[in-house]
């Protein structure tokens, strides 16, 4: 081809989470059956959706008005709904104005890196969560610039490490955070967020938070939304309906800014997000339909409330069994439904692997573990021995050997035998000398 037609950031592109979904069926199709661990779908794990919610879905279906564009920035009357919750809540003060949909939060996150001036960087958390971690790298054409979350620390962020890596990089624009995380499952206590919002008041940075999880913050862990300690800094949330209907299949997520009156350049750059979301005319009718009708819903906060004591259970659960194994390190996620797994010994990154049962897909994992990086050796090695299909921990910009895993399975003696199995194999892959 006479010009090369290939973006600078296409190498950054990479979504393990899904990426390691060819190799299990590969690894089904020879007769191994799957786990799935990998991927954060609560409805795909057997999770159902309240009748409620569906019925309100239900009785939508049958307006006309659903299925028409809406306006570009979301329905107005969500809006008008989502800025008066928010304001209630106290903090910053939104308008409807301030909010703008999308379609899922992975439409979002694309559209705010891609026409983010490209020398400007936002500084986001290791491990990093691929979609807004690949975006940024694609945007910037460089890898994504990380600070660190500590797990000696409960995954809280590094602050001495956000604040040297913002002075001494002058491209840094914003500093991410996602609360709860993903893939930790660490929440942030408000006095963490407010210090981060220091940072950026005092380097003149917006701060970009990542709110997916905020209504899956377990009993007992302390925290506050982004408008509440945000005060005259720029700052945009990340919210969406995916997690905690749970619908993510509806591609319904939203954003809210703060402060764009306070700061020209900010509200130019959100100004052109909503011109770019005019080219594509708007986002998705129907979910963005529903949300003032579910959310105001008498049954809403019952069924919040009882989904965040069901995964901190389930959270216990997991640390009961994996907690007891000396070789690796597991912290009580905090909030969100995902649990990370690091390693306390080197793992190998050649040699022999442990035995797998069945020689074709022996044969197979060999073949795959050429050149990978450990933790993603023994995701494979995992993957073939005894079908549990988890993301390698590098995989989420990160040098912690590790994966990551879900507390998303509903039936409670399959989940547990997981959880039984995961242990036993990952004794069985630290003592194995070939
Ligand atoms: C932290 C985080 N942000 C964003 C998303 C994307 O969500 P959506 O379904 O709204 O695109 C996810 C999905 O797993 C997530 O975990």
Redesign the pocket.
């Known amino acids: 081809m006479r010009r090369n037609i290939v973006h600078v950031g296409a190498d950054q592109l990479r979504y393990e989470i899904r990426e390691i979904v060819e190799r299990a069926h590969e690894i089904r199709k020879l007769g191994v059956p799957v786990t799935w661990e990998n991927i ?1 779908d609560p409805v795909q794990k057997g999770e159902s959706v309240p009748e409620w919610i569906k019925a309100i879905v239900h009785e939508l279906v049958d307006k006309d008005a659903a299925y028409q564009y809406t306006d570009s920035a979301g329905s107005k009357a969500t809006r008008d709904f989502l800025a008066e919750q928010a304001n209630k809540q106290g903090g910053v003060n939104i308008r409807p104005e301030d909010i703008l949909f999308f379609n ?4 979002a ?1 694309s559209t705010l890196f891609t026409h983010m001036r490209r020398e400007a960087r936002v500084l986001g958390p290791s491990p990093a ?1 691929s ?2 971690s690949s975006a940024e790298a694609s945007h910037s054409g460089y890898e994504h610039f990380t600070y660190m979350l500590d797990p000696d620390n409960g995954w809280q962020p590094n602050l001495a490490d956000i604040k040297k890596k913002v002075r001494y990089n002058d491209s840094v624009a914003g500093i991410l955070l ?1 609360n709860p995380d ?1 893939p930790t499952g660490a929440v942030y206590p408000a006095s963490i967020l407010e210090e981060i919002v220091a940072i950026a008041r005092e380097e003149k940075l917006f701060v970009l938070a ?1 709110e ?2 905020r209504n899956l913050v377990y009993p007992g862990s302390d925290t506050a939304p982004l408008s509440q300690v945000i005060g005259d800094v720029p700052g945009i949330s ?1 919210r ?1 309906i ?2 905690d209907f749970p619908w ?1 299949g509806a ?3 939203w954003m809210e800014v703060y402060n764009q009156d306070k700061n020209s350049t900010f509200r130019r750059y959100i100004a052109s997000l909503l011109d770019a979301k005019r080219l594509e005319v708007c986002s998705t009718t129907l979910p963005q339909m529903a949300i003032p009708k579910v959310m105001s819903h008498p049954q809403f906060a019952g069924h919040l409330a009882r989904r965040a004591e069901m995964f901190s259970k389930r959270a216990d659960e997991a640390m009961a069994i994996l907690g007891s194994v000396p070789e690796i390190s597991v912290v009580k996620p905090g909030g969100a439904f995902f649990l990370t797994v690091t390693f306390n010994i080197d793992l190998p990154s050649s040699g022999p692997l442990p035995p797998i049962a069945n020689n074709q897909v022996y044969r197979y994992v060999t073949e795959l573990v050429k050149d990978v990086p450990p933790d993603k050796r023994f995701v494979y090695w995992l993957l073939g021995a005894v079908g549990i299909c988890t993301v390698p921990l590098s995989g989420f910009c990160s040098s912690l050997p590790g994966f990551r895993s879900t507390l998303l399975e509903t039936d409670d003696a399959k989940r547990r035998r997981t959880y039984e199995t995961l242990a036993a194999a990952i004794r069985e892959y630290c003592s194995y000398q070939a």
């Open positions: 954060g899922g939060l992975g439409d996150v969560y979609t807004l996602i993903n990542d997916t999880y990340l969406s995916s997690k993510p591609r319904c997520g």
